[in-house]
């Protein structure tokens, strides 16, 4: 605030700064228990740390595999 009137800009923490949002985990982020699960063939698969469901394909169909958490939304 320039002149220490409380008219400053928003946040006050200097140019490019923003409210601070935007840091953390990705919302999208589900943890390292659950399954993975094809939705064409039903084959299941233990989700693997570090690798998304979606980035898997299923070894029987070949298919993009799903978190089953997510299945139903």
Do not use: I, W
């Not at 943890?31 to 029987?60: I, K, S, W």
Request: hydrophobic letters at 20%; aromatic letters at 2%; glycine letters at 20%.
């Amino acid at each position: 605030m320039p002149r220490r009137d409380g008219k400053g800009p928003l946040g006050g923490n200097g140019p490019g700064r923003g409210l601070g949002r935007g840091r953390g985990k990705s919302g999208d982020a589900m943890g390292p228990e659950g399954n993975c699960f094809c939705r064409t063939c039903n084959y299941h698969l233990p989700h693997q740390t570090g690798v998304a469901c979606t980035d898997m394909v299923c070894p029987q169909c070949g298919k993009p595999m799903v978190r089953e958490d997510l299945s139903e939304k």
